[in-house]
């Protein structure tokens, strides 16, 4: 390949890390004290031969399981860290949110560690002063941010972190795992502004654990195991591929090198086959209804073992800011989806959305209904169209009841409180 297109954000070719791993410190010093004449060290690698292009805009999604190259990987690509051999290149700023508090001084304030990093990163301070409220602000540290870092909590030093990095506006922002630290409020702030992000062409790079996550953001992800590439392609085809194989490991603990040679393809698992949405009770498919029309929305599935493969269907209605309006699955209604092939209908009488564009997603779940097999989008956005004066997001079934002249009632009388 040609190193260094423009089209691309980044590219990496070969890239490999390897570490000297000593016994004792003695043996650093007595190696070094012989000029390489004597070995005392082991090597470890931790990446080999890795080489991948993501394209300006797109998300790339890191898994694997622990040990993999992940972080190594991404250490390499935001500069910490330096490659044993290969190459790379990133176009433009880059941003990057790996360990909690990386890059901080404990013994600083939140506000002396901004503008700490912010002028490592090449910002003046008129540039910082005028970013400093948005960050502070962002961040919600309120009076803690001229406290020292090692006051802080976890979840405060992500704060911190994460709003350094997401306001110097780089054209490269990578994050290793850090959203499962701090609360649910904060989260969502991050993962909005990460959308926004891809919503400004902005480059991602995201490692997780969380496969749903990397194949809601990513357009890309690599597989790595052991420091190479096990496998590269789009996110939901790696991720299908990589959940199939820890299961698979789970499945025969006994001997997992013979499961790592045979991971079972997606074929071989249950997975979904497509959705539509009809007129209810027609085969006429509808994509523009007015609220309180009734739909049926078919999902077809394929599951090659139900003996050993237990499963549920859901089904996810969403607007188009990411925001699940309603959901439900036949587990909830403890109903049970089986044999090898089908279609399961959900039946909604009378829709209660209001105006606006949905995506009606078809998601395929394990027995307990906590890990996801597959899913499934529906071809088009659903369109309710509303043609009355309601307003708000849901149409809520209601009656009224009009009583001229009924007092207000006492309010009702409280017990002293006795010692």
């Given amino acids: ?86 190459r790379f290149r990133l176009a433009g700023h880059v941003a990057s949110l790996l360990e909690l508090g990386a890059g901080f001084h404990p013994e600083f304030s939140g506000r002396e560690n901004i503008y700490l990093n912010g002028t490592l990163l090449g910002l003046s301070r008129r540039e910082l002063d005028r970013l400093f409220p948005v960050m502070l602000e962002f961040s919600e540290l309120g009076e803690f941010i001229d406290r020292p870092l090692r006051t802080y909590s976890s979840g405060m030093a992500l704060r911190l972190g994460f709003s350094v990095a997401v306001h110097l506006d780089p054209e490269v922002l990578i994050i290793d795992e850090v959203f499962a630290v701090g609360d649910m409020h904060f989260a969502k702030k991050c993962a909005d502004r990460v959308y926004d992000f891809r919503r400004r062409g902005k480059t991602i790079v995201f490692c997780s654990h969380s496969l749903y996550d990397v194949r809601q953001l990513c357009d890309v992800c690599i597989w790595l195991d052991h420091g190479t590439v096990r496998q590269i392609g789009d996110s939901v085809t790696v991720t299908n591929d990589y959940a199939a194989f820890s299961r698979s490991l789970d499945a025969n603990e006994r001997n997992p090198g013979e499961w790592y040679a045979k991971a079972p393809a997606r074929e071989e698992l249950p997975h979904l086959s497509g959705i539509r949405i009809y007129k209810i009770g027609t085969e006429e498919e509808i994509y523009d209804i007015a609220p309180g029309d009734g739909i049926d929305v078919r999902i077809w599935y394929r599951n090659p073992d139900p003996a050993q493969y237990k499963i549920h269907m859901g089904v996810i209605f969403q607007r188009n800011d990411a925001t699940i309006v309603t959901a439900d699955s036949t587990e909830f209604s403890k109903l049970e989806v089986a044999g090898a092939q089908g279609c399961v209908t959900y039946r909604c009488h009378k829709v209660i959305l209001l105006s606006g564009q949905f995506t009606v997603l078809g998601v395929l779940l394990d027995g307990p209904g906590m890990h996801r097999y597959d899913h499934a989008m529906s071809p088009s956005n659903l369109n309710v169209r509303n043609r009355t004066k309601d307003v708000g997001l849901v149409l809520q079934q209601h009656d009224w009841l009009i009583e001229p002249g009924r007092p207000v009632p006492e309010p009702a009388a409280r017990e002293e409180a006795t010692n």
């Avoid at 007595?30 to 005392?40: H, Q, R, T, Y």
């Avoid at 972080?71 to 051999?85: A, Q, R, V």
Wanted: proline share 3%; charged share 20%.
């Fill in 1 to 86: 390949m040609v190193f260094g297109d423009s089209k691309y954000a980044i590219e990496a070719e070969n890239l490999g890390k390897s570490y000297k791993l000593f016994n004792s410190p003695a043996h650093r010093v007595f190696e070094a004290a012989s000029l390489g004449k004597w070995k005392f060290h082991r090597e470890h690698r931790a990446l080999a031969n890795v080489s991948f292009r993501v394209e300006r805009g797109h998300a790339l999604g890191v898994v694997g399981p622990n040990g993999a190259g992940k972080s190594t990987l991404l250490k390499i690509l935001s500069g910490t860290t330096d490659p044993s051999t290969g």
